[in-house]
């Protein structure tokens, strides 16, 4: 599984995202848009990412992506499924998706900014649109805890 981070802005979202996809064994994080990346442009390592990530970002491979639909069509074309975690007309709950294990290999998972989301030109490009089912008054949760939810989901629910 491959992770893509669209537009996300927190330093601390970056580095939880980061190591939890260690956790569920995440081949790359494509960091797209305006996400930051673990290292500023002098090559210094981020406080702010490197204290949350606790070093996953030397055992994760990234890379930067400057167009999030771009990487997605190229993903495409390599034969990746695209799941992306949103709410949405069109979404299914999460937990209903069960790939098989050499499925994994070939999923892109996709979380969104903080606070708008995932734009429409990404989800029109998703072969499925995954919805955390909420209960409380909140309509969302941090992008973080949501590639938690979504990411650990994919690789447990078989």
Known sequence: ?????????????????????????????????????????????RPQLTKVSLGAEKSVDWGKAGSTTKLIDKLKTTGFKIFAVEQDRKSVPHYALKPKSRALDKIALIVGNEVSGLPRSVLGRADKVLEIPMKGKKESLNVAV????????????K
């Open 146 to 157: 949501a590639f938690g939810i979504a990411a650990f989901g994919l690789v447990y629910n």
């Open 1 to 45: 599984m491959v992770v893509v981070l669209h537009n996300i802005r927190s330093l601390h979202n970056v580095g939880s995202i980061f190591r939890t996809a260690d956790a569920v064994g995440v081949e790359k994080i494509y960091l797209c848009g305006i996400t930051p990346t673990p290292v500023d442009r002098f090559g210094k390592p």
